[in-house]
Nanobody
Framework: QVQLAESGGGLVQAGGSLRLSCIASGSIFSITVMGWYRQAPGLQRELVATISSGGSTNYGDSMMGRFTISRDSAKNTVYLQMNSLKPEDTAVYYC?????????????WGQGTQVTVSS
């Protein structure tokens, strides 16, 4: 099992910045990818950014150039630096981890942290 604990959400004005953190604990040795997804009311959960164990990153289209995902392997922590925030970035942000099993993968999710961007 993997446990994910997010922090760093809050209320910010448009144009502002926030940094989200996600600490992984438990059986983390086989985690292949960690990342962030978000879900706004009435909408489907969407990709924000992911980072692989090898350091490769992937971003959702609307986040490119504004958000940066990074990790500190020594702290088992993934960060999401969000700059130039817009009201449409308002959502619950979820940390995600994919862990390799013998023949397939497990998906783990955090509880989510609310990000609200005021206009």
């Amino acid at each position: 099992q993997v446990q994910l604990a997010e922090s760093g959400g809050g209320l910010v004005q448009a144009g502002g910045s926030l940094r989200l953190s996600c600490i992984a604990s438990g059986s983390i040795f086989s985690i292949t990818v960690m990342g962030w997804y978000r879900q706004a009311p009435g909408l489907q959960r969407e990709l924000v950014a992911t980072i692989s164990s090898g350091g490769s990153t992937n971003y959702g289209d609307s986040m490119m150039g504004r958000f940066t995902i990074s990790r500190d392997s020594a702290k088992n922590t993934v960060y999401l630096q969000m700059n130039s925030l817009k009201p449409e970035d308002t959502a619950v942000y979820y940390c995600h981890a994919k862990r390799r099993r013998t023949y397939d993968f497990d998906d783990y999710w955090g509880q989510g942290t609310q990000v609200t961007v005021s206009s």
